[in-house]
């Protein structure tokens, strides 16, 4: 067990591909922490690095104290869970497990205890004796942990090993993870591309995009203070709204323009955000959070309003999505089209769509148990003093 | 569900024909063999009215075909050792590194394929012969090695090319050298090719005349094909006695085939099974 630092690390590919950009990163012992970030942002690139199976171009990795950049993945002490789990085919559960340990050359009765014990931790004591093939996702999934814990490594590396199993499977794989990391107290990275994932999973998560760390911290933090649009956008579901605003002066100081509606900001907010000062009459991105989107039946009636026409809705016990176009201009930013990437093709088109629309289809989470709001127009209250602002040229938050 | 139909019909009579053509031969092989002399000599074509087993055993000591089968068993495992353990290797290699060197190796062992090996016997023998391998048991299993390795490395290295770098990777991690990596985690997953590259070669060495009267014709070394052609020079007038020595040197091939056409049939077309 033994902390893991990135001071500067980048890697560019032979063809000029900057895979990762002046990486720095610190990893407390004992600690989860989670790359995240769409297809290509460099996240499984950093693990394999500290794996050894990619070299370092620039910066170095450290494992406790000892700067590994040079050494071989056989002399680093990882233990690495690969997303198609690399179970070698031709040996049975039990090999597959004792591999590690068998090239440690440690002798035969330490190797079956060691094997049993993992196996024991894992529910995997009646599948010993089978072949990776005839075992199901999550059984291989757990062989392929097994193999990574029997050794007791410095480190854990995990490559998305989620990815393959289906939902329900990997909701209780993931708590399984969780509670083996805990009681095994083993420094562990975690890449995923999923964000429900890093979230539940991560002590810390470190956002990436195109390679470079956009924001790192503790799961709450990335989610209420997200350091750029980027961040806002991809943490989240639903995903934060987004509309294209401006700050005006008024009587009472100044106001949020979302088109033609206005949301006066509070003493509070802008003491909170001293530098939205500085933007008075400019255009920037303003986000709300679904569940920043209120119920005007059951909230303050003192709270602004935002007026919408209710197009759909979502019952998700104990919640209830609403969908409702606002009159106001999207965001379509280079940060949001790579986000709607990283979904489909079709989500980017709709996007590009949506730059020429008027109308930002924003969703409101709101308690179940309330009546559904019909299909029209509805006006959510507004809580202000939870808005988060970005600037629309840089992406940056604006506090 | 397929209609049985009469254009399914035809076209299976037609295969039923031209397999029992395929079969003649063969048909004529095992009768004459089982005839005694007289049969043999009178009614070679017809079927045997009585049967004479003691042929076989005729054959087998009189034709030293004992020997010769150890022998053939020596030559072919000994080739086949080297073409597996060097093919695999070589390929290995090739397969997993990137560069100028690696493309041009695998070029010349192309071209090892494409020219024919004839090319180069007289100096080859020659060579064999200043060295004292000629007549023995490693000059003839140096020369198959050699000619049939670039088959070897050829099949090898489309088969390693296509296997996941992820289980060696996983070994990497899992803390094993190189080497261990190739004996453990490899080579194993090689196998559908081995057993291709095994029985393919296995099959054309064992069958082999021609290198084989070359370079062992006049010793104890000579394999079953060159025996049963020595035995026929000797018993030309006892057809059934060269029919049973034929039928004693084909069956280890048969027996061999049976037993492993589902490993060369995978080798052709699978991968590995995960």
């Known amino acids: 067990m033994a902390p893991v630092t990135f001071s500067q690390v980048s890697k560019t590919y032979p063809d000029g591909t900057r895979a990762l950009v002046g990486f720095d990163l610190e990893i407390q012992d004992g600690e989860l922490v989670v790359f995240v970030g769409p297809s290509g942002c460099g996240k499984t690139t950093a693990l394999r690095m500290v794996a050894g199976l990619e070299e370092v171009t620039e910066g170095e990795i450290l494992i406790g104290d000892r700067v590994v950049n040079d050494l071989a993945p056989q002399d680093r002490d990882v233990a690495m869970v690969f997303q198609n789990y690399a179970l070698y085919p031709h040996m049975s559960v039990f090999e597959n497990i004792a591999f590690p340990l068998r090239c440690q050359r440690m002798p035969k009765r330490e190797i079956e205890e060691r094997v049993k014990r993992a196996a024991a931790l894992l529910g995997l004591e009646e599948q010993l004796g089978r072949r990776p093939r005839h075992l199901s996702g999550g059984q291989r999934q757990r062989v392929a942990m097994g193999r990574a814990i029997v050794r007791q490594p410095q480190v854990f590396l995990m490559d998305e090993p989620l990815s393959n199993l289906d939902a329900k499977l990997r909701v209780q794989m993931r708590g399984e993870i969780t509670r083996l990391q805990e009681e095994l107290g083993v420094t562990t990275i975690f890449v995923t591309h999923d964000q429900v994932e890093a979230m539940t999973m991560g002590d810390r998560i470190a956002v990436m995009r195109k390679g470079v760390l956009q924001q790192q911290g503790p799961p709450e933090l990335l989610y209420d203070e997200p350091a750029n649009l980027f961040v806002a956008e991809f943490i989240g579901s639903p995903a934060m709204n987004l509309f294209r605003g401006r700050l005006e002066a008024t009587e009472n100081g100044l106001a949020c323009v979302l088109g033609e509606?206005?949301?006066?900001?509070?003493?509070?907010?802008?003491?909170?955000?001293?530098?939205?000062?500085?933007?008075?009459?400019?255009?920037?991105?303003?986000?709300?959070?679904?569940?920043?989107?209120?119920?005007?039946?059951?909230?303050?009636?003192?709270?602004?309003?935002?007026?919408?026409?209710?197009?759909?809705?979502?019952?998700?016990?104990?919640?209830?999505?609403?969908?409702?176009?606002?009159?106001a201009q999207p965001v379509v930013t280079e940060d949001v089209l790579e986000i709607a990437q990283d979904v489909d093709e079709a989500a980017v088109e709709r996007l590009e769509e949506l730059a020429g629309e008027r109308f930002v289809l924003a969703c409101a989470r709101l308690d179940i148990a309330a009546e559904a709001p019909g299909r029209g127009p509805f006006e959510f209250a507004v809580d202000t003093t939870r808005l988060h602002f970005f600037d629309l040229d840089t992406g940056a938050a604006l506090r | 569900m397929h209609r049985y139909t009469w254009r399914t019909f035809s076209r299976e009579l037609s295969l039923l024909v031209i397999a029992a053509v395929w079969w003649i031969p063969f048909y004529f092989l095992v009768t004459i063999a089982l005839k005694p002399d007289l049969e043999a000599l009178a009614s070679p074509l017809s079927f045997p009215q009585s049967v004479e087993l003691g042929n076989f055993g005729t054959?087998?000591?009189?034709?030293?075909?004992?020997?010769?089968?150890?022998?053939?068993?020596?030559?072919?495992?000994?080739?086949?050792?080297?073409?597996?353990?060097?093919?695999?290797?070589?390929?290995?290699?090739?397969?997993?590194?990137?560069?100028?060197?690696?493309?041009?190796?695998?070029?010349?062992?192309?071209?090892?394929?494409?020219?024919?090996?004839?090319?180069?016997?007289?100096?080859?023998?020659?060579?064999?012969?200043?060295?004292?391998?000629?007549?023995?048991?490693?000059g003839l299993i140096l020369f198959y090695a050699g000619i049939w390795m670039p088959f070897s490395v050829f099949l090898y290295t489309g088969f390693a090319r296509a296997l996941p770098r992820e289980y060696e990777e996983a070994a990497q991690v899992d803390g094993a050298s190189q080497l261990r990596i190739f004996r453990k985690v490899v080579f194993p997953l090689l196998r559908p090719v081995t057993g291709t590259v095994a029985i393919f070669t296995g099959l054309i060495i064992w069958n082999d005349f021609f290198l084989a009267l070359i370079f062992l014709s006049g010793t104890d070394n000579t394999p079953l094909p060159v025996a049963v052609y020595s035995f026929v020079a000797e018993f030309a007038s006892r057809w059934n006695l060269v029919f049973a020595a034929v039928i004693v040197a084909l069956l280890p091939v048969l027996a061999f085939f049976v037993v492993a056409q589902r490993h060369l049939i995978r080798g052709f077309t699978g991968g590995i099974k995960t």
């Open chain 2, 59 to 138: 054959a087998w000591s009189q034709g030293s075909l004992g020997r010769a089968l150890v022998n053939s068993i020596v030559l072919t495992g000994g080739t086949v050792v080297i073409l597996v353990a060097l093919g695999s290797l070589c390929a290995y290699t090739i397969a997993r590194r990137a560069g100028a060197m690696s493309t041009a190796l695998y070029l010349l062992f192309v071209l090892g394929i494409i020219l024919p090996f004839q090319l180069g016997l007289v100096p080859t023998y020659a060579a064999l012969r200043e060295l004292g391998l000629v007549g023995t048991y490693a």
């Open chain 1, 261 to 327: 509606q206005r949301l006066p900001l509070s003493a509070a907010t802008l003491a909170a955000k001293p530098s939205l000062a500085a933007y008075r009459d400019r255009e920037l991105a303003v986000g709300i959070r679904p569940e920043h989107l209120l119920d005007p039946r059951s909230s303050d009636p003192a709270l602004p309003r935002l007026k919408g026409e209710v197009k759909f809705d979502e019952a998700l016990p104990p919640e209830r999505l609403v969908y409702a176009a606002v009159e």
